[in-house]
């Protein structure tokens, strides 16, 4: 099993180096690399299998291959399907694809990774990958907000690798199982850095402006691969130390709310959809126990939300309701919406019902009110007019959002328990008071604003404070 699973690893990135001397089968070997890992992560999940890993035992190298791997396995592999259907037909270099092939490796790897050294290699390479595809169309603009990430990620990166040292300072182990020997600072710069990878709170702050700037197909990528790369740690590490799990479920609150509210004030699709993404990070994090079901609700839902995005003619909201969207469009992102917002027979609805069967009840009451939040961000789609279509949509398109949307309905599998009237009931008032507060003119709220605190500097001041805050919470 152990070779089998190295194997599994290194074929995305033996594929993705092996490109460039097969630049026509590119798409293919990329498909068939997102199948392998679609099959791998459906087996883990399914037959819920649960294995450990020793590579190397004198640094405390290892793997943990369990079902929260496997449902982030599974996003993964979905996500990345669908955007090689979206660009099959594009005008997309062998290069582009040999990104896609190390994006789905690393972030695969960072799935099960049980140390802090594996952990930091494929974030790293995570990192430099997102960067090269924000930067793919090579203009001015997106190379900077790559430049942008980049220096985020490094310096996020580089607190993590001074808390890694202290780690193996103290136990000459680089091992998960370790960390609670080493001095709470190294605990606190660790934390920070998985915060600011995982796009939590204020620290993920620059998501709206990469979103905005990147190709919706990016966008899709980041929303359904590489953020949940950040948070799967944190998801980790909550299952393995309680105390660490009450601090991340602060920060996730925080996040829960913060997200939201700024979604509500947003005047651009794009930074709706990049706001509310800062609140469902916080819903993956809240439950580590229920993480892995609602990082794949939320990756599919989010990723065809952005490739939806992409067939718009408009991105201001007001121009959106002047001139409407294209029906198929339209449905498409209702659809995806309500998957967030947690109606029945979507995977949202199982997945908000399991997160909130491992809360204390006023937790469980705060996380009913943000649902009202979330349902009134995107109730405001739901009222935008729809145009029929005078052109067929994309193949590509229409091939994508069908496994995304299809994937979504079959999450339901992951939590068949809530479907019981104490539970169905209550889901439904949330969208009933969105469409009313949406039809009482919430919309009025929305603002063309641009907050100082997305400038490169606010975002690296707001990391060393985050750094300062964990810091006495550790202590």
Not at 117 to 127: F, K, P, R, T
Not at 156 to 163: E, P, Q, R, V
């Amino acid at each position: 099993m152990t070779h089998f699973a190295i194997a599994w690893i290194l074929v995305p990135f033996v594929a993705g180096l092996t490109l460039y001397l097969l630049p026509v089968v590119a798409r293919g070997l990329t498909l068939a690399i997102a199948l392998l890992s679609l099959c791998v992560g459906l087996a883990i999940t399914i037959q819920d299998i649960n294995l450990s890993f020793v590579l190397m035992d004198s640094f405390g190298i290892s793997l943990q291959i369990d079902s929260l791997s496997g449902y982030f396995i599974v996003t993964n592999a979905l996500v990345l399907l669908a955007v090689v259907l979206y660009t099959w037909r594009g005008n997309y270099s062998a290069f582009f694809y040999v990104l896609l092939c190390l994006l789905h490796g690393s972030a695969n790897t960072v799935f099960i990774s049980a140390d802090f050294l594996s952990l930091y290699v494929n974030l790293e390479v995570l990192g430099i990958v997102v960067f090269l595809l924000i930067a793919y169309p090579r203009s001015d603009r997106p190379l900077w907000i790559g430049l942008r990430y980049l220096m985020v990620s490094n310096v996020a990166m580089l607190f993590y690798l001074m808390g890694v040292g202290f780690v193996y300072q103290a136990s000459h182990s680089f091992s998960f199982q370790v960390l609670m020997q080493a001095p709470p600072e190294a605990v606190a710069l660790i934390l920070m850095a998985l915060l600011a990878k995982g796009a939590i709170f204020v620290s993920g702050l620059w998501l709206p402006q990469t979103n905005v700037v990147a190709a919706p197909v990016v966008a899709a990528l980041l929303a359904g691969i590489v953020e949940n790369a950040g948070v799967f740690t944190l998801a980790r590490l909550s299952l393995l130390y309680e105390g660490i799990g009450y601090i991340v479920q602060l920060f996730a609150l925080c996040s829960i709310f913060f997200g939201p509210v700024l979604a509500l004030l947003a005047d651009d699709v794009r930074r709706l959809l990049s706001f509310s993404t800062l609140g469902q990070l916080g819903w993956v994090i809240i439950s580590p126990a229920a993480a892995g079901v609602y990082a794949l609700m939320h990756g599919l839902a989010k990723a065809s939300l952005f490739l939806s995005v992409g067939e718009l003619n408009h991105y201001r909201l007001g121009e959106l309701r002047q001139q409407g969207m294209v029906r198929p469009v339209a449905i498409a992102m209702m659809v995806a919406g309500y998957g967030i917002i947690g109606i029945p027979l979507l995977g949202g609805f199982a997945a908000k019902a399991l997160t909130m069967s491992y809360l204390q009840p006023w937790q469980q009451g705060l996380l009913y009110g943000a649902s009202v939040l979330t349902a009134t961000i995107y109730s405001k789609l739901v009222f935008i007019p729809r145009q029929p279509s005078s052109t067929p949509l994309p193949l590509g398109y229409s091939a994508a959002t069908l496994v995304l949307l299809g994937g979504l309905v079959l999450a339901n599998a992951g939590y068949l328990e809530a479907y019981t009237p104490e539970k169905l009931l209550p889901s439904l008032i949330p969208p009933v008071v969105g469409w009313l507060l949406v039809g009482l003119g919430v919309s009025r709220w929305e603002s063309a604003w641009r907050g100082a605190w997305e400038r490169l500097e606010h975002l690296l001041g707001m990391i060393l404070l985050l750094l300062i805050g964990l810091i006495w919470l550790a202590l």
